[in-house]
């Protein structure tokens, strides 16, 4: 069974450029997760979709980040304007929804800003 | 509300030492707990979980933990440190209900000495 799988994997930009990260997760998984994972601390959660609806953004910096998840599978995670404290790591998770309890990781997206 | 604390953001034991990482947690609804470990410049990978029924837990590469309802605590152990455990370990909660969150801890990062 194939991961979740995440792009680019690696990314660098100034500050105040815009950056795009994709995921695609499990196939079948109707839930899927963003989280920011800061160096030294703990994955924070950004957006949680339930099949095309979004269920939680409520931490979702909404002047500077959007989400997507159109057709209720692969998603799209935007920010933009870039600023340096949005160095962090993008994790995408999915998880299977109500039957399912395990909520499975992607190899993140590494995002610097300069 | 939900939250986690992982006591030691650092410990070191030697190889073939006992390995005891603390995690304590607070819900407000019978909780989900989870180990997750990170190896550098990798996604989250479950270690285990526990969910209802028995509370000592098994997972993978000899790691185990017990949950406690009357200390709200989930510690991870490992009987023998092995080199290859040298990570960073998140433990997380969440609620049993549908719209499934996790909430991190800060990590704790595990460094074996030979």
């Known amino acids: 069974e194939a991961g979740v799988a995440q792009s680019p994997r690696y990314k660098i930009i100034e500050k105040r450029q815009s950056v795009a990260f994709w995921c695609n997760p499990i196939?079948?998984?109707?839930?899927l997760y963003w989280y920011q994972q800061i160096l030294g601390q703990g994955p924070k959660l950004l957006i949680q979709?339930?099949?095309?609806?979004?269920?939680?953004d409520s931490q979702l910096p909404k002047d500077r980040f959007s989400a997507e998840r159109l057709k209720g599978v692969d998603s799209t995670l935007k920010i933009q304007p870039a600023k340096l404290e949005d160095s962090a790591v993008y994790l995408c998770a999915s998880n299977q929804g109500a039957s399912g309890n395990t909520i499975y990781f992607g190899e993140g997206s590494w995002l610097t800003v300069v | 509300a939900q939250s986690v604390t992982q006591l030691g953001s650092h410990v070191s034991v030697s190889e073939g030492a006992l390995v005891l990482l603390r995690c304590n947690y607070s819900s407000s609804v019978p909780p989900y707990l989870f180990w997750y470990v990170q190896y550098p410049n990798q996604g989250l990978q479950l270690l285990l979980k526990?969910?209802?029924?028995?509370?000592l837990v098994k997972g993978i590469n000899g790691f185990e933990a017990e949950f406690k309802k009357s200390e709200t605590s989930f510690h991870l152990t490992k009987p023998s440190a092995h080199m290859s455990d040298a990570a960073e370990y998140f433990c997380a909660v969440s609620g049993s209900g549908s719209a499934r969150q996790l909430t991190f801890g800060s990590g704790t990062q595990l460094t074996v000495l030979p």
């Open positions: 979709f339930q099949n095309n609806g979004v269920v939680d």
């Open positions: 196939s079948g998984h109707a839930t």
């Open positions: 526990y969910t209802t029924g028995a509370t």
